[in-house]
């Protein structure tokens, strides 16, 4: 009879279990697989974080109807969740003050609190330095044809009849829509003034949603600690608290598939080189997420300005090398790489590193858009100077366009090495729209 009386009690019991079935449900249907709640006896309710939820499909749009409804209500019916800088009022300083459910505590270090400003002495050096590396470039090879045109370009919007940079451009440099270079303008696509209030917003929520499509394939403690930086005057759309751009969740899942697959230990200094890495976005999150390492830009003169520029307005108090700095050393970079945290360097200085000196190197999609005559002196190069055991992430396209044919897609690089791969499968955060194998290769003897 006690047992029996047991058995009714704990019977009883389970009734309580039904009242959290919709809860379930609604976390099965709303949210991806890392993001739902498992319900136990108490509580009831979910006490939720809400940076930590991501939406698998129906949530997003269910999110996205919810967005509109609140655009077109003008907030009457929904609270919008996206703020548009240059429309919305946002203070990122106001924002974390303290934390919050709606944003990740402590504050990321990617999160900037306010604008800052680089030095004139700073933009004299990447003067120097630009007109430098033009002067001592002994390969003088000749660039892919549209790379040609934003060297015109560049020299034309950037300089002064002196030789001296702008300073009113560079520090505007992500905000000059007549730019073709597209590294340089792709945010223009989400929060642009000629599109207006109402389709910037439309765009954001496709960014959002993005965003939250993206949690199963990027690490969601990266994802989630992702900001634009300010440098180059961008504004963007934010996002618990984060300024979101489709380039930047780009790198976070680059950053991520790096941490995932390559064990960089921070005991010994790791030399990281980013081959064609643009203005250094890369930069931000190595030297985030691999703090004890030397990241080492390898980029064409005038994408070198910008990646100067961009490292030195995110990280003010690191000591960055432009060309200038290390012309008289390039026989140093075993010290060069000690002293500073990062260096930037013109396109045939990688022939100066050392054999077997790089821990990791990262070409996101830069290779494949290059001439097969670069594209094969960057080979060979990595070939010589990645260290046996070190590691080789890239992500090139593989398809050619009928009106620009790209010489040295993914599939014809010739390796003089051995790698063993440690990852390989399409890439589906994609910038260009193209075809993209990700790939991570580890040299091996």
């Known amino acids: 009879m006690k047992n029996l009386i047991i058995l009714l009690k704990w019977c009883l019991n389970r009734v309580w279990f039904i009242k959290r079935f919709p809860y379930q449900l609604l976390d099965f249907l709303l949210y991806t697989k890392s993001s739902r709640f498992f319900y136990k006896k108490a509580p009831m309710v979910r006490n939720e974080i809400t940076h930590t939820l991501y939406f698998n499909t129906l949530g997003r749009t269910l999110f996205a109807i919810k967005e509109i409804i609140a655009l077109l209500t003008k907030g009457k019916l ?37 604008e800052t400003k680089v030095a004139k002495e700073f933009l004299k050096k990447i003067s120097v330095s630009y007109t430098l590396s033009y ?7 000749d660039k892919e044809y549209i790379w040609e045109q934003h060297v015109k370009e560049f ?27 597209n590294i340089l303008i792709d945010h223009f696509e989400v929060l642009n003034d000629e599109f207006g209030y109402f389709k910037s917003y439309l765009k954001s929520i496709d960014l959002v949603m993005e965003y939250h499509r993206f949690s199963n394939f990027i690490d969601p403690n990266i994802l989630g600690a992702i900001s634009e930086s300010y440098a180059g005057n961008i504004k963007t759309p934010v996002y618990r608290g984060q300024r ?73 108090h690191k000591k960055i090398a432009t060309y200038q700095d290390i012309a008289q050393r390039l026989d140093e970079f075993p ?36 001439p097969q005559q670069y ?36 599939y014809y690089w010739q390796f003089k090495s051995n790698f063993l791969t440690l990852s390989y499968r399409y890439h589906p955060v994609n910038l260009i729209l193209q075809t993209s194998p990700q790939w991570i290769g580890q040299k091996i003897r």
Request: glycine share 4%.
């Open 375 to 410: 594209a094969q002196m960057y080979l060979d190069e990595i070939d010589r100077t990645l260290k046996y055991d070190g590691y080789f992430y890239s992500n090139s396209r593989v398809k050619i366009e009928e009106e620009k044919t790209y010489l040295y897609i993914f």
């Open 155 to 181: 020299k034309e919007a950037y300089f002064d009849q002196n030789d001296h940079i702008i300073e009113d451009k560079i520090i505007n440099f992500r905000r000059d829509k007549s730019s073709t270079a």
């Open 78 to 114: 929904f609270s919008k969740s996206i703020l548009l800088e240059g429309y919305d009022v946002y203070s990122p300083i106001t924002t974390y003050e303290q934390g919050s459910h709606e944003i990740m505590w402590p504050k990321p270090p990617l999160v900037e609190l306010q």
């Open 335 to 370: 010290k060069l790489v000690k002293e500073y945290d990062f260096i930037i360097l013109p396109t045939w200085c990688i022939q100066s590193l050392p054999d077997e000196f790089v821990d990791l190197y990262i070409a996101t999609g830069s290779i494949a858009e290059m």
């Open 244 to 316: 979101l751009t489709d380039r930047i969740i780009y790198l976070a899942s680059v950053m991520s598939e790096i941490k995932q697959h390559i064990p960089l230990s921070v005991e010994k200094r790791k030399v990281i080189v980013d081959i064609g890495g643009g203005f250094g976005h890369m930069g931000r999150f190595t030297s985030t997420y691999i703090p004890n390492s030397c990241y080492i830009l390898v980029e064409l003169n005038e994408m070198a300005c910008f990646g100067a520029y961009f490292l030195q307005y995110a990280f003010p």
């Open 135 to 141: 002067q001592n470039d002994p390969l003088n090879i």
